[in-house]
């Protein structure tokens, strides 16, 4: 029976039921067990009381086979209402006297149970034995007998067997009685469970009604008292709470209104104020812009004038003079040169023309750019080589990167700066690494802020004015690069800019010059299959025809159809070598590494380069050689 269904009407007949049908269930059937062992215990005891008065009765006409006497006896007890049949017997177990249709004598009648039941239940049967008298009869023969063994012998046996209609029908009643009274119980229960719930039941199904209207937004509901009074208190105690939430209510909604009128009023007033601070702004960039570039005419004019001071002075104290000169015009300029940057950005005069580009040719023109400025401060500066693109500005991004590495230079002062690029899903992770003095927490908010400088409370010109991470900050909401800093104090700082990786595109084919044939072709051998495959895609890019050999043994077919350069490394250049010279003409060796180890074993290599070298170099070393190449006469 699954009761989780039930409503709170159900389970509280149910809870009012349950114990009372319990309750009647369990005195129904003592009382039954009871009365039915009552009923079935005076049976006993009536058959028992008839067979014991009619034994001693019996006694003389069994001693002395009065049959007479005997029938008379039957035929009194017969005459009792559920006697069925009476039966005595003599010892030998001979039918003396009967009334009735009395069953077959017992076998043993002395040792048979007093009392057994007919096979269908019908006729309850009692035995009783008939013993010798207590005083002597005058006869002789037991008189003169002194053995105590002929006294104790019984002289007979007498049967009565009972009816047990008379018991069926009084157990009937009684069943009929208990189930009625049963009956009447359950029902007493039945009307008790309905009155509870009408009296308790109803009410709280209409409290849990209201409940559910007001939670729907119905705050004027109220429920009615119930005519049963039960739970009056709890129904005024909710109308009251009703009413106040409904008070409530509308006091919110009213203050709501109010609140919602006075923030659009606050809006609006907001609205205008960042209006007029945005027409500032934007006039006082502009006015930054058109000052910092009207500036430099006469700036560029006073340095020519401070050179020429100093080109004509004869004086020390003249010379120092022009040269204090030109160091402010140099700090004036570079000043109005961010300046004028941060003004273009502020009033959106950059647009970014975003486009897929290389990230290695970007990162070593940057290093190269601040690699003289490290080395002035004793610093090592390298960025790591990368194969991957990104979808940016090529010159923003140059910019935001450049002022980075600057600003890493310029708080560095043992240890180096490290340039590198890592892969993130789709995105790629510019970061510039270095050994500086680091940047406490408490900076990193105001760290990206104009004139905002870390260390140099005395605004000296020499430490930077404080723009370069401010242009870094416009450049990143412009081009959609967020930056990210993370800083130890003492031991370095990482700057890392995170933009969207893009499919490599395919390099323009350069026109080869007038005069130069390319039917020859160049083959790559290098022990860095990596490299190797890089180094092919770049020389194809380039317009070359250019065949790459894994192992040696793929040399000699790549080097019988006019090949003109082969390109390997240091570790291989022997091996590379040996097959070149037996070629006729032999090709041209170029070596990338750093290594002295072929002069030594005597093999020719007609060019060597750095393994960090700049692609226009390798472009116009292979230019040239090609061009000497195939100009030369057979």
Not at 498 to 518: D, N, R, S, Y
């Amino acid at each position: 029976m699954n009761t989780r269904s039930w409503g709170i009407q159900q389970r509280a007949i149910f809870l009012a039921l349950a114990p009372t049908a319990v309750i009647a269930i369990a005195l129904t059937a003592y009382f039954l067990v009871v009365r039915y062992g009552d009923v079935e215990e005076a049976l006993q005891n009536r058959g028992q009381a008839l067979v014991r008065q009619l034994a001693p009765a019996a006694e003389y006409g069994a001693f002395s086979g009065n049959r007479t006497d005997l029938s008379r006896l039957a035929q009194a007890a017969a005459r009792e209402p559920d006697v069925v049949s009476v039966a005595i017997y003599d010892a030998a177990g001979q039918l003396l006297a009967s009334t009735g249709q009395p069953g077959p004598p017992p076998e043993d009648g002395h040792k048979a149970a007093p009392q057994e039941q007919s096979a269908n239940g019908t006729v309850e049967t009692f035995h009783a034995t008939i013993n010798q008298p207590v005083v002597p009869f005058d006869d002789p023969f037991i008189a003169m007998d002194p053995s105590p063994a002929n006294r104790d012998k019984p002289l007979g046996k007498v049967v009565i067997e009972l009816s047990r209609a008379d018991l069926k029908a009084r157990k009937r009643e009684i069943l009929a009685v208990t189930l009625l009274v049963t009956l009447s119980v359950l029902a007493s229960g039945l009307l008790l469970a309905h009155r509870l719930g009408r009296d308790v039941i109803e009410p709280v199904l209409a409290l849990e009604g209201a409940v559910a209207r007001i939670r729907a937004g119905s705050l004027d509901v109220r429920t009615p008292a119930h005519p049963s009074g039960t739970l009056v208190s709890l129904e005024t105690g909710f109308n009251e709470m009703a009413t106040a939430l409904e008070a409530s209510h509308r006091r919110s909604v009213s203050a709501l209104a109010h609140s919602e009128a006075e923030l659009a009023r606050q809006l609006e007033i907001a609205k205008a104020k960042k209006e007029e601070a945005e027409r500032a702004s934007e006039a006082k960039s502009r006015f930054l812009a058109a000052a910092s570039h009207d500036l430099r005419q006469p700036l560029h004019a006073l340095t020519l004038f401070a050179t020429e001071l100093a080109s004509g002075a004869t004086k020390t104290r003249n010379l120092q003079l022009a040269s204090q000169i030109g160091t402010a015009a140099g700090a004036m300029g570079e000043l109005l040169d961010a300046l004028l940057d941060v003004s273009r950005l502020d009033i959106a005069a950059v647009q970014p023309h975003r486009q897929p580009i290389a990230l290695e040719l970007l990162l070593e023109m940057i290093a190269d750019g601040h690699r003289q400025s490290a080395r002035a401060k004793g610093l090592r500066l390298r960025h790591r080589p990368t194969a991957l693109w990104v979808d940016t500005d090529p010159q923003l991004l140059r910019r935001m990167i450049g002022n980075l590495v600057a600003n890493a230079v310029r708080y560095t002062s043992q240890g180096g700066i490290l340039i590198g690029a890592r892969s993130r899903g789709d995105r790629v992770r510019i970061e510039v690494w270095d050994t500086g003095i680091g940047i406490d927490e408490a900076h990193l908010p105001y760290l990206f802020h104009e004139f905002y400088q870390v260390g140099n409370p005395e605004r000296d010109s020499t430490k930077g004015l404080g723009l370069g991470l401010a242009i870094v900050a416009r450049l990143s909401e412009i081009l959609d690069h967020p930056v990210e800093v993370r800083s130890l104090p003492g031991r370095g700082s990482v700057f890392a800019v995170t933009l969207p990786k893009a499919e490599p595109a395919p390099l323009p084919v350069a026109e080869p010059p007038a005069g130069i044939p390319f039917q020859s072709r160049v083959v790559v051998r290098m022990s860095d299959d990596t490299l190797s495959g890089d180094l092919c895609s770049l020389l194809d890019g380039w317009g070359y025809k250019t065949d790459r050999a894994t192992t040696d043994a793929d040399l000699p077919g790549l080097l019988v159809d006019k090949t003109a350069i082969v390109i390997s490394d240091p570790a291989l250049q022997g091996e590379v070598a040996d097959h070149l010279s037996r070629s006729d003409p032999p090709p041209l060796l170029i070596v990338l590494g750093d290594s002295t180890e072929a002069s030594a074993a005597g093999v020719r290599v007609d060019a060597r380069l750095p393994l960090s070298f700049k692609p226009a170099r390798l472009r116009a070393l292979l230019h040239h050689l090609l061009l000497e190449y195939e100009t030369e006469p057979e």
